[in-house]
């Protein structure tokens, strides 16, 4: 394949490099718009995982790097804030294998609750950020990010947004690794043990190691400048740098591929050599910030093109200093829960029953519109349990009764037992009610399985967790299942019922997703099949 020109999405040019790089394991969260990376690594021979959540991800990525092997950590920039407990002292541990972490960004909120820029992470974690401009990029920064990871044993985040993970470019591969050392332990202490005996020397040792990559991004970092007029000059990064490229062909250009730690002696050079200096970057004033503190003068973005994503006319627009209001864009057709989706059920017996519904992340967020408009809050993974449970503490007690906390399969898995926990330990005085809305697939970002489904991320059969038994066993008074086909008036009994109880409820609602039930039963029928297959080998007797 080497040499050889295809047509990729930047999502799949990471997961390509991660295979030619001979990463061993990847493991994530899926979340829009980093899902594909490996689901395709997966179909192109790797060996890929979903984790419960990007905190389990990252911790198992850390595990196998400290085994010495390659290793690729996937999610969304939401889901960063979930593993940034593990990222800050990963920061300060040396690492043999090399770690890549994918943090994919959202700009334009497609299909997120926030636009948050993680290149604040980069300064805030300490670690270097590398920031593809396309596909090729994508896939040369995969294994650039390998190799600055194994040279100074520190993890890298490789920092996506959504036009680059979804837009296809031209890509040319290159050769395969050579057969990588198998992954052995080698136990260094000081180096893993992040007690502060053990951590003091190691803050010194990062800061070390980003001086010197800061030295090497300086000579040999992965930044490219384009010749042009020097009345203008144009600093950028990331997707931001194809659009300015575009909207200003005649200008000089230096786009950044290690935006962390920057390149400022080069980039002051650069600074010098024009007249006009203009920073084109998506999101928040990141760079522009640190080449001021640093003490160069460069112009930013007015604030109105902070929001959403940019492209070539607002750059345009930047450069000329145009500040007049936007064309607004034509409206779209508003998203709704599918036809025959079982959670329409729900969400009419909690509309025709006046609850009040602490929300969470998924497609039956899509609750909140009409006709059903029948969600109060959302705000994070898992947060449904925890903001119901706030309510109930301290509401009038008839309103009180009303709160419902709703929440997906795989949202629970990924931040929902915790919920539980806390409603077991600090039950409200007019108890709780919890509704599981269990379709059986992580629906939004695509069908992916969960540790709830009983299925690994190719669909073969492993464990699986009953939300159920869980719920009991951490000692929830009442635990109800319910078919959601079952019909809305038997659901909407239930509900009544245990929201006059004082006693912690949990109700799973379970019926298949609808787009994803024919496959759900063709896996299942494959499972059965290899189980039958198994079973009747091991009855043969010996020969």
Known sequence: MSGERLLMSGDDAVALAALHAGVRLGTGYPGTPSTEILETFDRLGGRAQWSPNEKVALEVGMGTAFAGARTLVTMKHVGLNVAADPLFTAAYTDIEGGLVLVSADDPGMASSQNEQDNRHYARAAALPMLEPIDSQQAYDFTWLGLEISERWKIPVILRLTTRVCHSKTAVVPRDSADEMAEPRFERDIPARVMIPAYAKPAHHRLRQKLAEIADWNEQDGPNRLDEGKAELGIVATGIAAVHAREAAPEARQLTIGLTYPL???????????????????????????????????????????????????????????????????????PPELCQGCSHRTVFQALRDLDCIVAGDIGCYTLGVLPPFSAMDTCVCMGASIGVGLGMRHVLPEDQARRVVSVIGDSTFVHSGITGIAEMVYNPPATGHLVLILDNGTTAMTGQQEHPGTGRLLDHSPTGKISFEALAES????????????????????????????PETSLVVTRQPC??????????????????AAEKGCAAEPAG
């Open 514 to 531: 609808v787009l994803a039930a024919p496959k759900i039963r063709f896996y299942e029928k494959a499972a059965a099949e290899q189980l």
């Open 263 to 333: 390149p400022l002696d080069r980039i002051r050079a650069f600074a010098e050599g024009v007249e006009r200096l203009v920073v084109v970057e998506e999101g928040d004033p990141v760079l522009v910030d640190a080449l001021r503190a640093a003490g160069i003068p460069a112009e930013g973005k007015p604030e109105m093109y902070r929001f959403g994503e940019l492209n070539v006319e607002r750059v345009r627009r930047i450069l000329a200093g145009d500040t007049s209001p936007e064309p607004i864009p034509p409206k779209g057709k």
């Open 474 to 501: 951490m000692g929830v008074q009442n635990v109800h299942v319910v078919e959601s086909s079952a019909g809305e008036e038997g659901l909407k009994t239930l509900i009544a019922e245990l929201l006059a109880k």
